[in-house]
């Protein structure tokens, strides 16, 4: 088979910086090609165009293009020329875009198009409970109206986003996958009361409950230390810096305990991660985090929100503590008793692993989608 990603973001280092999104889809190209398949890689909106090729992933580069008029049309268009250029000279069998922003919205592909949900802009205005464009929603509606096939990261996406546009298609379910071997527990040893946060410092993902939580936390434990790793972002509701708004609500005396590394590189955030004793993922809107498979999969014990998905990634009181982010004594006496306890710790974040490995390692995860993919060339 040959399958071809129509994505915003990839992770490598002549392209623009990707997220979550893209090392989803780095972690599944990757598994594809390892079980023998052809995957080309599209990815739209970068710095320049270019072509080349990533272990054995063939990579499109595709600048931004300006347009004067009429350009959410206009550049779907020409992605759609483009695109369908090279499914016919590269005999490309299926397809695949992620559903944020509905950009595949008028596109139509010389082969079957399948849209893997991560969380369209409607299901996470849902989540957060803010207004949506409606520019927005009508180019998701129409993008998953016209997909040949859907499949979501989690159930709790799946069904959440039947709802939300009302579908009747059929939503196929398969996870996110990790490379348990690139992720695995570190020989460095955690650092005693040392918390980590990793992710967008950004509301949605709880970061501004967080304040509240340490300040229980820190007056009971004065040497403990939150750790935050990640990109600053304008708050929606107040246009103001994420990471101001949290040191404004942590007590004075606590901010001495609280260190913001920015954005740092992938193997320097595993090393974050090795450190850590604790990892708090408090997040108000997910479809199935990378994040959280990444620290489980390095034996590490976590606090996480309780939240929909939480339950098909987490198993509450084994790998970790499911807590809702706004319960802050409740969270917090989670993390104290993680960081009072090593060998609580240790067994959760033993098991945590095994977790990954059962359900989200690559090996497991890339037979479900060549199982997908055939369907749909079958068909």
Not at 78 to 107: H, S
């Given at each position: ?48 165009d ?15 293009r ?16 483009y ?38 802009d409607?299901?996470f205005?849902?989540?957060?409970q ?38 009747e298609?059929?939503?196929?379910v ?34 501004l409950?967080l304040?509240?939580i ?27 810096s ?26 320097e ?21 990378m994040?959280?498979?990444e620290?489980?999969?390095m ?22 503590y ?46 479900q ?11």
């Amino acid at each position: 088979m040959h399958i071809a990603f129509l994505t915003p973001e990839y992770p490598h280092a002549q392209l623009n910086r990707s997220g979550g999104l893209g090392t989803s889809i780095k972690n599944l190209a990757s598994s594809l090609v390892q079980a023998g398949e052809r995957v080309t890689v599209f990815v739209y909106s970068q710095a320049e165009d270019r072509v080349f090729e990533d272990q054995r992933i063939k990579i499109h580069s595709i600048a931004k293009r300006k347009y004067s008029f009429a350009g959410w049309y206009l550049h779907r268009k020409f992605l759609q020329r483009y695109i369908n250029k090279f499914i016919l000279l590269e005999n490309i069998d299926i397809v695949e875009a992620p559903d944020w922003t509905g950009i595949t919205a008028l596109m139509r592909f010389k082969c079957p198009l399948v849209i893997r949900l991560h969380g369209t802009d409607a299901y996470f205005c849902h989540l957060e409970q803010r207004k949506q464009k409606t520019k927005n929603r009508w180019f998701e509606h129409q993008a998953l109206k016209n997909a040949d096939h859907i499949l979501a990261v989690s159930a709790f996406t799946a069904k959440l986003t039947k709802q939300i546009f009302g579908l009747e298609k059929e939503i196929g379910v398969i996870p996110n996958s990790i490379n348990v071997e690139a992720f695995q527990p570190a020989e460095v040893l955690p650092e005693e009361g040392r918390i980590l946060y990793f992710g967008t410092i950004i509301r949605k993902k709880g970061v501004l409950e967080l304040t509240q939580i340490c300040n229980l936390v820190f007056t009971a434990h004065k040497e403990a230390k939150l750790i935050l790793v990640g990109t600053d972002v304008i708050d929606i509701f107040t246009g103001r810096s994420t990471q101001e708004l949290f040191l404004e609500a942590l007590k004075p005396e606590f901010h001495k305990q609280v260190e913001f590394m920015g954005v740092l590189p992938y193997t320097e955030v595993q090393h974050q991660l090795a450190k850590a004793s604790v990892v708090v993922l408090p997040s108000f809107a997910e479809a199935l985090p990378m994040t959280w498979i990444e620290a489980m999969a390095m034996e590490k014990a976590l606090v996480t929100s309780d939240i929909g998905w939480a339950n098909e990634v987490m198993i509450d009181g084994e790998t970790g503590y499911t807590v809702n982010p706004k319960e802050h004594q409740q969270f917090a006496d989670s993390i104290q008793e993680l960081l009072e306890n090593s060998n609580l710790r240790s067994s959760m974040g033993k098991k945590a692993r095994a977790h990954v490995k059962l359900k989200f390692a690559t090996a497991v995860v890339v037979e479900q989608n060549l199982a997908f993919y055939k369907t749909v060339i079958n068909e």
